[in-house]
């Protein structure tokens, strides 16, 4: 167990934990240690050699690395002896043999360990005359990720990452002696959800992304700490810009959420900021086409269409927003009609969720400490990327693991139990009840469970997962994730009255369209299986305004468009994660052109109005958020988030306002799903990863391709008059008889999935016309 | 797949020997190479299907290992020790030689495909330095003379099974010690001869 004993570091004494490795206790301590393969949140490998340092044995002083000796108690250490110096200066000396003096190219100067140390620790001048490694570089390990072999110190940071936390090793060293090297398989790239962690953990210059190279010196930017807004886990992050450009995203470790890593998506999915389509210009729709509008004029237009309509203003709202706008929108909505307004988020997959007084809400650390963790939502490795690491890193640490549904498939090589096809009907219904099911009964009964909740496909009846929860609530100390994954979802839950979903949107709408409608920040006709439903709608509305960053399916339809800051780094606000947890998001970058923030927009729409308006400022705006929040102990000011003793955030409470009454009815004949990476007019405008969600797939496994006569490969799918080409994928984890589709792929929304979709191949001849 | 039937059988027979499939990998690998007489890329990914690990790791473990030939080899392997008892009684004669004859730098195999070179380290005959192996089959106590006549009996006979006793009796010297086992069966391909592998002649 955990103890805390005396050792002697170069001859202070420190009170050092024993279970943890030297080097580890020592920075506890403030003693640095020079090191290049050792990482906190990797197993130690021992493999660079820097982190030798002196201790005490029977036989006299001997040098071990610190990395991978444990602290025991009245241990002697020298870390700055003349022999550790030498032996410091050995390694560096053997380390600059191959690796290139290019620091002035090189991307990592300025930031990199192996610069750093050879000016603290290195011996100066080189004895080595002869040639050093020539490789090709830099060879493109993934679509995003670039590599300068030369440079590698062979550390095994970016092998380990793959291997021991994202699971997904498909860099390792070849070949070995001198001639080792970092590659990939042939043909088989690094196709990671988690590669960037690998480029940012490079002690060298070796490992660079696509998005960064050559953009920025390091010295050349300013950082701020902010959260990723990307899904519900609001990663801790970094933002880099320079000359008031976004230029790169960096984890930051936040032991109680990201532990450092952050998902690809979140890292890269930033440059559609600087995109030259985003709007900078408020437009209006005269005859059919997009004009320039000044912001005055376009808020006299609309103060008159609100004065005239007070009562039929509603507001579609999108994911990304802060939890200050958030609370602007309801406090305008309040103020504009007489009446209570529903709010519609824009999100296939909101439910009520499970947010009664009787289950009690999870944190990711819960993951780490409880016996079993059951898991049935839509997939956490598409949709929560780093909450896919978290529960990878719980089952590591001997947690059990269940899994129910067809979703998340990646892990079933580490649960003990995943419950597919036999027990879950194509609808995600459960075929069995919860307390049939042994193993799941074994691993749960009188245990501590931490269960990751929430709807597997669109159409999913929340029926079974009820019976799953109540079953868990009765008969094991439950803690629960819901696992709504879109954006600052919890957020507006929270800070909104009344937050419905799509369905309600099109039922309510049906009998009482209103007359201006507010979409903000959101796209439902370019994501919804809804789309149909929602084009039509939309088109009968006199009145939409617009707020986003770009033009889109959605807001092609609007009446005004108005360019908007987005929350990845042009905003001030508070975020809510998945766990409840508030934690800051701050700006870095302008406004573009003449983008309002929403609270901005709103205030100046209100005082045209003639109202009082008392949240002019995003700090007002806070405080009203912290006074109304559930947490009144830790209230979530900027302050208060500012503190570094609340550096993981500050939980605040599960107060929700979730009130869905309407869900689709109808029964999808297909298995649906959200993907990582999508068409999402964001990804679309990032340069380096929008090719990672534009290519069209199906899949299923290869028993259901045969039974439907069909081949892996090139295909049209068709239904209404839709006809599109994509691939068929062979997948052997879809059930049998299923076809997936991927539903974040551009116009495959349009498809009605309760409907006979036609597959076809397509034959070779019609290729060879196509090209 | 690649690999047919009666590969794929034998390699499960294999992983079934281990507890887990991944310990498997080592033998997998002379399997493939019993096949190809390299390790290919095709080979790869049967394996990395088979034991389910990436095809990198396998490729990794593969190329890390020198006895795991990337590339195919010729007809013939000729490993000459380079390590320090075979260098002190002249090792570098006998490397020089078989460079004169092959033509071949370290690591090449000639047009025909007829013979690889390779320079090792110890294979274990230092008493009968300096010695060579021919498909893994060793010959102790060499000059350059004897090499020369080995060559022209391998060029002239292109013998199929290759067998250690047989090279010694015509070729060798010195022996380090008398060899406890007879080995009378040989190899058959430019790979280590394993009864398990089907690489081993028939004995006679």
């Known amino acids: 167990m955990n103890e805390m004993v005396k050792i002697n570091v170069n ?62 108690p009245n241990l002697v250490v020298d870390t700055e002896s003349e022999v550790v110096k030498k032996a410091q200066e050995g390694v560096l000396e053997f380390l600059l043999i191959n690796h290139p003096l290019d620091c002035p190219i090189c991307d990592k100067a300025g930031e990199c360990p192996l610069q750093d140390q050879t000016v603290s620790y ?153 995109n030259q389509s985003r709007l900078k210009e408020s437009l209006e729709k005269v005859n059919e086409k997009f004009e320039i509008i000044s912001n005055k004029d376009l808020i006299n237009k609309l103060k008159n269409k609100i004065l005239n309509n007070e009562n039929k203003v509603k507001f579609l709202l999108g994911t990304n927003l802060t939890n200050e706008e958030y609370a602007a929108f309801n406090e305008f909505s309040a103020l504009i009609s007489k009446s209570k307004s529903d709010f519609y988020l824009s999100d296939d997959y909101l439910f009520n969720g499970y947010f009664e007084k009787n289950i009690s809400l999870a944190t990711f650390n819960n993951l780490d400490t409880a016996d079993t963790i059951v898991i049935w939502s839509e997939d956490i490795k598409e949709n929560l990327p780093i909450l896919y690491l978290r529960v990878r890193q719980a089952v590591k640490n001997g947690t059990k693991l269940i899994i129910l549904g067809h979703n998340n498939s990646t892990l079933k090589d580490i649960a003990s139990d995943f419950y597919s096809s036999d027990i879950i009907d194509e609808n995600f219904e459960l075929k069995v009840q919860p307390e049939n099911l042994k193993n799941l009964k074994d691993a749960v009964i009188g245990k501590n469970v931490t269960a990751i909740i929430g709807k597997s496909s669109p159409y999913q009846n929340k029926k079974s997962l009820d019976l799953l929860v109540s079953f868990l609530n009765e008969n094991s100390n439950l803690s629960l994730l819901n696992s709504f994954s879109k954006g600052n979802s919890f957020g507006a839950f929270q800070n909104l009255d009344s937050v419905k ?26 994501s919804s299986v809804l789309t149909n439903k929602i084009t039509s709608i939309l088109e009968k509305i006199n009145c939409i305004v617009s707020l ?63 109202k009082s308006t008392d949240f002019l400022s995003v700090h007002e705006l806070n405080t009203k958020v912290a006074e109304n929040n559930f947490n009144q102990v830790n209230k979530i000011t900027f302050d208060e988030l500012d503190k570094p003793s609340n550096f993981d955030g500050i939980i605040s409470g599960k107060e929700v306002n979730i009130n869905c009454t309407f869900f689709i009815e109808d029964k999808s004949l297909y298995y649906v799903g959200r993907k990582l990476y999508g068409d999402s007019v964001t990804q679309r405008n990032s340069q380096s990863i929008s090719i990672l969600g534009s290519k069209k797939y199906i899949q299923a496994n290869l028993s259901t391709i045969k039974t439907l006569d ?51 191949n397509i034959s070779n001849e019609d290729i060879l016309s196509v090209q | 797949m690649s690999w047919d039937k009666k590969l794929i059988n034998q390699a499960n027979k294999i992983i079934k020997q281990y507890p887990q499939k991944r ?93 690889t070179f390779e ?36 060029k002239e006979n292109q013998p199929k099974v290759i067998v250690a006793d047989i090279l010694q009796e015509k070729f060798g010297g010195t022996r380090s010690f008398e060899w406890g086992i007879k080995d009378n069966s040989g190899t058959i391909a430019s790979v280590p001869g394993f009864q ?4 081993v002649g028939e004995s006679k």
């Open chain 1, 11 to 72: 001859g202070i004494e420190i009170q050092a934990d024993n279970n943890k490795l030297l080097i580890e206790a020592c920075e506890d301590s403030g003693i640095h240690i020079p090191r290049f393969c050792w990482h906190k949140r990797l197993d130690p490998v021992g493999m660079c050699r820097m982190c030798l340092v002196e201790v005490d044995t029977p036989r006299g002083k001997a040098l071990v690395p610190s990395c991978t000796t444990k602290v025991t």
């Open chain 1, 122 to 274: 290195g011996p100066g001048e080189s004895r080595f005359v002869e040639e050093k490694r020539h490789f090709e570089k830099p060879i493109s390990i993934s679509e995003i990720i670039l590599l300068d072999r030369e440079r590698c110190i062979l550390c095994a940071r970016c092998t380990r990452f793959s291997d021991e936390i994202s699971g997904d090793p498909l860099i390792e060293f070849v070949q070995r002696g001198n001639k080792t090297e970092v590659n990939t398989f042939p043909n088989e790239p690094f196709r990671s959800y988690f590669s960037g962690n690998t480029v940012q953990i490079c002690p060298v210059g070796a490992l660079t992304s696509t998005s960064y190279r050559f953009k920025a010196r390091p010295w050349d930017l300013k950082a701020t700490t902010s959260t990723c807004n990307g899904c519900t886990v609001g990663c801790t992050v970094e933002l880099n810009a320079s000359q008031n450009k976004m230029l790169r995203i960096l984890g930051v470790d936040n032991d109680s959420v990201n532990q450092g890593w952050l998902c690809d998506k979140g890292r890269y999915n930033f440059e559609f900021l600087n």
């Open chain 1, 501 to 526: 979903g799509l369905p309600d949107l099109c039922k309510d709408f049906e009998e009482d369209l209103p007359e201006v409608l507010f979409i903000v920040g959101a796209d439902p006709i370019g």
């Open chain 1, 548 to 610: 986003d960053l770009f033009i889109h399916q959605t807001n092609e339809l609007a009446n005004y468009v108005v360019p908007m800051n987005s929350t990845v780094s042009e905003k001030e606000g508070t975020f809510t994660n998945i766990e409840f947890r508030s934690s800051k998001i701050n700006k870095i970058t302008p406004s573009p052109g003449k983008a309002l923030s929403e609270n901005e927009f709103l205030s100046n729409l209100l005082s045209s109005l003639g």
């Open chain 1, 710 to 760: 069909l081949e892996a490969g090139k295909c049209y799918i068709e239904q209404n008059g839709l006809k599109l080409s994509s691939e068929l994928i062979i997948n052997e984890n879809i059930p049998d008889g299923l076809i997936y589709f991927p539903i974040n792929r551009r116009n495959f929304v349009k498809y009605n999935f309760a409907e006979k979709i036609n597959i076809s």
């Open chain 2, 23 to 115: 310990s498997a990998l080592g033998p997998l690998l002379h399997l493939a190479q019993s096949k190809d007489g390299y390790i290919s890329d095709d080979s790869i990914e049967v394996i990395s299907e088979l034991i389910g690990i990436t095809e990198v790791q396998v490729k990794s473990v593969s190329t890390f290992y020198s006895m795991y030939k990337q590339e195919p080899t010729g007809k013939y392997l000729i490993s000459v020790c380079k390590s320090i008892s075979c260098e002190i009684s002249n090792s570098s004669d006998v490397i020089k030689k078989v460079q004169e004859i092959t033509g071949l730098n370290n690591n090449e195999t000639d047009e025909e495909g007829i013979f």
């Open chain 2, 119 to 154: 320079k090792v380290e110890c294979i274990g005959a230092c008493g009968g330095a300096p010695a060579i192996q021919i498909n893994y089959e060793t010959v102790e106590g060499m000059t350059p003379e004897s090499t020369e006549s080995l060559f022209n009996w391998l």
């Open chain 2, 196 to 199: 398990n592998f089907n690489t």
